[in-house]
């Protein structure tokens, strides 16, 4: 080796040493706190981007960080390798999409391997492997035995270009495009099946205390959820039919004077009078081309049809008109509205439109309007604001509003002693839709027989196998509906002729356990398992679950960040684990853009491909690049430039620990400011960087040891390089780049006369007393502008800094003479003087 840096021969060198020393290898040493370190797990595209380095290398850096203070770190990797974008490979190139998933993740690997993190390649997990699988079919059986598994046909979103529905998190914009291939999302009725997560809704809302995330996906996860509190109400049709509506505000009842109903909703058949008939099939069709965002949008016309039907008010007895709407959609609520137009804007304009009646039952402040509103004819639009309620039988004269004493929980009572409705919560929040009409995903593990229905698989009997010969057709349609030695099976239960489900389980399965799966990956490989096996082995699992650290994008929150929560608690619920939350922390890393600022794609020819960068400075140096360009949440545009910056830091660092050192300074006495200045910024530093790691704060880490670099280089032309001092500061830097920059500061280590890995030694230890400045600037001021400068100790108390600063000469010119109005002390910081 020469003694110049060269990271092409330092880091192959390294990594392969690694390897062979087993120096990540997982153990449950039990003597050690444990830390569960992971990041989202990539899918199999080909190549890694520079987005999977901007999340893994700080992520890995983290988990470096806490293996160097005392704990048994477990990074693992592994593969989310089901999904659509194989299955486009094979119908575009003839190829089954395993064979083109293992040859990206051949490649991926390799890719993985340059980055010189501490990845637990020994707990590797792929999700189509068929031992994994077979779990993911588990799982579904369990939910399915627990009912929390079920079937039903209903509308679903549907792609017509990939040939599947999506869940409602797939579907992306106010043009409702799907999220993977941008096709408009059409309306489609099917048979599929769905989880239900909505029986864990409260605690997904509350459990969110307990549980160290970021506040915005708190938040995105709060509004996705949607809790609502209100009542349900129960509205007879003239029809003989019943109408059931949720309303956050029960004590507008009094004033709603018609009902609308979505065109879809199945009581519109019943309620429909043959007069109307016509004009409401008619209407109905026209509402299903709409998508939904279309249909709530506020400043969409308003449209709509009567229906000829009519429904009784529970609460007055008054006959209302029953009209279908656009505006209201089966997704949300009950898909049936009782509109009270004056105190909603849309049953305002819609009344308005229709020549429907108006009535007020809250009546507004004095000041609500310009002119004074005694009655419906006088608004100009509709009243959603608080007020008195006026015309509302036994409520009236309560202040409109939902505490003790005002309208809604009177309201609520009311409903409740007369047998008319209840108080009720609802969410948001649907079911999760799991069904997808593919192949590359984990089989549904469900037979369907003519005779008894819907069987599960027998337990014994899985996995469930992907047929190797499937053919797929240019249509998208799934393969296993047409393979006749996947879809005929006999059915466990009579052993007559019946067929396999054909769906696949939505890939959101697969990641939503992930976690779990790295404990021992495909565990019980090929051996029969039952219904009170465990997808891992428990002990192991009872060491490292759940996981402490987790990292990945923002835009998971509502997607597998919530699934993952959801899992976590249906497994509980059937006492597979112990806790209720599957990641104690979590931090968001930002988004890596192109040089030109926007996010990278291959339209815009802006796309970094960070082995080419690899090939050029190393991986140590594209890894602190990633880490320097700013706060790690907040991401930032590539600047090729901004890398060589890195680069010259770790060539200055090479120098300063293995450059020789001049004779003459190696034999003179050290000058004592020179010690204690180093010794000064070494603790500072040592502080700094370790508040910075803990936090993720890679940037401002990166900076402080920069610092302390420069000081060292400035050093090493005095005698402070032969002094003990000196060795400890060099080692210390070295420890703390380590993290980040894991292949140089192995070689300085080694070099440095080690003979145990840099990645095994403790993290330095900062004193915040040697740390202290011995001097400190204090501004002084005379009526806030700046007249002095005292150096003084740290901490030195107010009432001295008051009398040295009020003792300055040029303090005393300033002052002129004239009274002190007020003197003003911050503690090593400033002293301003008011005089006047």
Known sequence: MSQRYTPQEIEPKWQQQWEEQGLYKTVEDRSRPKWYALTMLPYPSGDLHAGHWYAMTPSDAGARFRRMNGYNVFFP??????????????????????????????????????????????REAITCD???????????????????????????????????????E???????????CGTPVIKKDLFQWKFRITDFAE??????????????????????????????????????????????RPDTLWGATFMVLAPEHPLVETVTSDEQRAAVEAYQEQAARLDEIARGAADKEKSGVFTGGYAINPVNGARIPIWIADYVMMGYGTGAIMAVPGHDQRDFEF????????????????DAFADAVTSADDLAQAWPGDGVMVNSGPINGLPAGKEEGQSVKAAIDWLLQNGKGRAEVTYRLRDWLISRQRMWGAPIPMIHCPTCGTVPVPYADLPVLLPDDAEFKPTGESPLRYHAGFLNVPCPQCGGAAERETDTMDTFMCSSWYQYAYVTPYWEAGAEIGPDDTPWNTEQGDYWLPVDQYTGGIEHATMHLLYTRYFTKALQRMEVVDFDEPMARLFNQGMILGPDGEKMSKSRGNVVNPDEYVQKYGADTVRGYMMFIGPWDLGGPWDPSAIEGVSRFLARAWAVALDEVAPEHLDAEPAASDLRTLERKLHQTILKVSDDMQNFRFNTAIAAMMELNNLLVKLKETSVVGSAL?????????KMMAPIFPHISE?????????ESVHLQSWPHGDAEKAKEDEVTVVVQVNGKVREKLLVAPATPKETLESQALASANVQKWMDGKAIRKVIVVPDKLVNIVVG
């Open 747 to 755: 070689e300085l280590w080694r070099q440095l006369g080690h003979h």
């Open 203 to 248: 605690a997904l809302l509350n459990d969110m205390d307990h549980i160290d995330w970021p506040e915005r996906v708190k938040t995105m996860q709060t509004n996705w959820i949607g809790r609502s509190e209100g009542a349900q109400v129960t509205f007879a049709t003239e029809a003989g039919s019943a109408i059931d509506v949720f309303t956050t």
């Open 130 to 168: 068929p031992n994994y699988y077979k779990w993911t079919q588990w799982f579904f059986l369990k939910l399915y035995e627990s009912g929390m598994a079920y079937r039903e046909f209903a509308p679903v979103d549907w792609c017509p270009s990939c040939n599947t529905t999506l869940a409602r």
């Open 170 to 180: 797939q579907v992306w914009g106010d043009d409702r495009h799907c999220e993977r």
């Open 351 to 366: 009344a308005k439109k229709f020549g429907l009646e108006i009535k007020l039952v809250v009546q507004p402040p004095a």
């Open 726 to 734: 000196w060795q400890e500061a060099v080692g210390a830097l070295v």
């Open 77 to 122: 990797i592994g593969f989310d390798a089901f999904g659509l974008p194989a299955e486009n490979a094979a119908i575009k190139n003839n190829i089954h999409p395993k064979k083109w998933t293992y040859a990206n993740i051949d490649r991926m690997r390799g890719q993985l391997r340059t980055m010189g993190a501490m990845w637990a390649w020994d």
